[in-house]
């Protein structure tokens, strides 16, 4: 019964209150019989109470001002102690004064002597606050005591944040860890020990991992070598150890860590780069005091986008997308969070062009970000007229407006699908960019197009889907075994557009570094593995085939596209072919126009004549692929000649018939209804 009182119970403050009283009062005694080497007759005979009447009310006074009673005992911190010294040391001042005072005044034969002054605040100090952290540390045995399940945590840092982090697991009474080693790269910190724990060197993780049989190893602060965090972070999945990290320091609650805030790993984490570094001050000079316009400014590469100008004090920033909702908390957020105030918000489509009119007319733009799209492959690959009417048709409106209204730079988020697309979505956003660069050469706007693979976490990726997944207990769905693909985070992506914009003068498509690519089966595995789960036993993985217009592998460059580097070395730029102006608006305008026939066939026909490379794959629109090679055929066919007329015919007739009766002509026969 008394345990359970001792770990749930916290003494009331009138009791503190009293004990550090009490403390006040042993100190005073103890201080006479120092004064009086031990002696009690002398002790007693000097004028005690004359002591007592001075210190004991000044303390308790200056107890509760200062309110030093309050704190949970606990818990008792350095900032706890800093509070006991600094009122003892006020309230021995005001001993001092007092006494002075009223010897003056005469109300007091003589002053109290300056030497029982300070041996009693000594005194006083030292037991109030050794007295706390006993038991505080008679608290922690006892909660250690009583927790037999205790789970083995190891901490890679050996500084001030792993020995916070230490201390937080220590006075949290819900956790289950114990910290039974740190671990750091330090050669000089090996062989010592923080708190009573060891410090072990990096080369040694292994090694400890076994000797204590780690469950968890908490990341405190950040690894400066991404490389190695994640060889650890692999090292520790392997061997089926959690791995958990800790907030940077201004994301503690009020300045405070707290166990609730140590969180799991996250996939994110794994596949993060070195920091990129930006050209600040360039990006500053193109963006202060410029009015700027971001179209998708809901979406997730749009609304980041908005979040990394707020950084070089922009004149205005219109933020403009069709979505109501996201709308509503990316106004919130740079209100609240961000305390940036000089944007506009305008709800509006970027087909709608008597919504354009009205916003370019309004806020006259100098820079626009052009991030909006419909971007699922397989949602467009069977929407075609919806990829060509938003994506096509809007860049184009947009662009145009940009010429018609003198804006200075024009900046498009692009995608490595539009690299030898397999695909509608992929295909009209490369439909854009030949659009795009073809008004750079005839307009003082300059065009500047950015292409780089997924970004993490965005709306609709592959991480989110998967997180859900692991969530409602699987399974997990991959399309393929051997798909890969390139990651990038959000913020790397729209740092890298911003830096991009300021390298273009007009008609570049800049391939951003993506790094190597990943193969998604293995992200699953791993994502399954930080959630604690194991593959095969609490989660499947289920292969469901490639979607529609879906790539094994994503491209970054054309076959015939070479890249040069850039002063960023994240940055490349593509040499691509020139585009005839006129040409390229009379096939888009063509195109746009066959959205009113919303026949799809026709309409992947025209993008495939204006991106001859755009080769369909796991799509219905593989036959159109095919339709020069059969027209040859056919004309071949129709050409032979035979000696005998008669047999002539006959051999033109069989194979005709012989053939529709198979599977491959009555293919054809479907592709040639479907084309016309």
């Keep these: 019964m008394f345990k359970i009182k001792f770990s749930t119970v916290h003494a009331p ?45 000044t303390r308790l006074v200056s107890f509760l001002i200062s309110k030093t009673y309050t704190g949970i005992i606990r818990y008792t911190s350095t900032n706890d102690v800093i509070r006991i010294v600094s009122t003892i040391m006020a309230g021995s001042a005001a001993i001092m004064t007092l006494s002075f005072l009223a010897h003056q005044f005469g109300l007091t034969a003589g002053r109290l002597p300056l030497t029982i002054i300070v041996s009693e605040s000594i005194i006083t100090m030292s ?261 060509i009417s938003n994506n096509v048709f809007g860049t184009k409106l947009l662009a145009d407006f940009a010429v018609k209204y003198r804006v200075s730079k024009f900046v498009m988020v692009s995608t490595d699908k539009a690299v030898n697309p397999t695909n509608v979505m992929g295909a009209s956003k490369r439909i854009c960019e030949i659009y795009t660069q073809s008004l750079n050469t005839l307009f003082p706007t300059k065009f500047i197009t950015t292409r780089f693979g997924n970004v993490l976490g965005s709306n609709g990726s592959v991480i989110p ?43 570049e498509i800049f391939i951003f570094d993506m790094g190597k690519s990943v193969k998604i089966i293995d992200l699953a595995k791993k994502m399954i593995k930080l959630s604690g789960l194991t593959l095969g036993k609490d989660i499947q993985i289920q292969f469901t085939g490639l979607r529609p217009g879906e790539k094994l592998y994503e491209e970054v460059l054309n076959d015939k596209e070479k890249t040069l580097p850039t002063t960023h070395s994240q940055i490349m730029v593509a040499k691509v072919r020139k585009y005839n102006f006129a040409q390229v608006s009379a096939q888009i305008s063509e195109l746009i126009e066959l959205v009113k026939t919303q026949d799809n066939f026709k309409i992947v026909a025209k993008m495939k004549q204006i991106v001859p490379e755009f080769k369909s794959e796991n799509s219905i629109y593989e036959e159109l692929d095919n339709q020069t090679t059969i027209n040859t055929n056919i004309a071949e066919i129709n050409n032979e000649k035979s000696t005998e007329e008669d047999l002539s015919q006959q051999n033109l007739k069989q194979p005709m018939v012989s053939v529709i009766g198979s599977k491959n002509t009555m293919s054809i026969g479907k592709k040639f209804t479907l084309i016309r």
Excluded at 26 to 35: A, E, F, H, Q, T
Excluded at 475 to 494: G, S
């Design 465 to 507: 889907r998967f997180k859900a997944q692991i969530e409602s207990g699987g399974p997990i769905t991959v399309t393929h075994p051997e798909i890969t693909r390139f990651f990038m985070t959000i913020p790397e992506a729209c740092q890298l557009v911003l830096q991009a914009g300021t390298l273009g003068n007009g008609g």
């Design 127 to 387: 037991i109030m606050t050794v007295s706390r952290f006993v038991v505080k540390t008679l608290y922690l045995e006892h909660n250690i005591n009583n927790h037999s399940a205790k789970q083995n945590v190891l901490i890679y840092g050996a500084n001030e944040f792993a020995l916070t982090t230490k201390r937080t697991l220590d006075r949290d009474a819900g956790t289950n860890y114990k910290v039974v080693a740190f671990i750091d790269n330090n050669n000089a910190l090996t062989g010592k020990s923080i708190d009573g724990v060891n410090i072990y060197d990096y080369n040694d993780l292994e090694m400890v991992i076994e000797k204590y049989n780690v469950e968890n190893l908490i990341i405190a602060g950040k690894i400066s070598s991404k490389t190695r965090k994640q060889s650890i972070i692999d090292l520790c999945l392997n061997k089926n150890i959690k791995v958990l990290s800790t907030p940077t320091v201004n994301e503690w609650t009020n300045g405070e860590l707290s166990f609730k805030q140590i969180r799991n790993i996250k996939i994110e984490d794994l596949l993060e780069r070195d920091p990129i570094k930006l050209d600040e001050i360039k990006i500053r000079k193109d963006i202060v005091n410029k009015i700027v316009m971001v179209t998708g400014a809901a979406g997730s590469i749009g609304s980041e986008i908005v979040r990394q100008l707020t950084k070089f004090n922009p004149q205005k920033i219109i933020i403009f997308d069709q979505a109501e909702s996201p709308l509503y908390d990316l106004e919130l957020e740079l209100r609240e969070k961000l305390n940036f105030y000089n944007f506009e918000i305008v709800i509006g489509d970027i087909t709608d062009e008597v919504r354009l009119t009205k916003t370019f007319e309004t806020f006259h733009p100098v820079i626009v970000y052009h991030a909006a799209a419909y971007k699922h492959v397989p949602m467009m690959e069977n929407n075609p007229s919806q990829a």
């Design 13 to 57: 403050r009138w009791m503190v209150l009293t004990i550090d009283v009490i403390i006040v009062c042993v100190s005073i005694l103890i201080s006479y019989l120092l004064r009086f080497n031990f002696s009690f007759a002398e002790t007693l005979a000097t004028n005690l109470s004359y002591a007592f009447a001075f210190i004991l009310p």
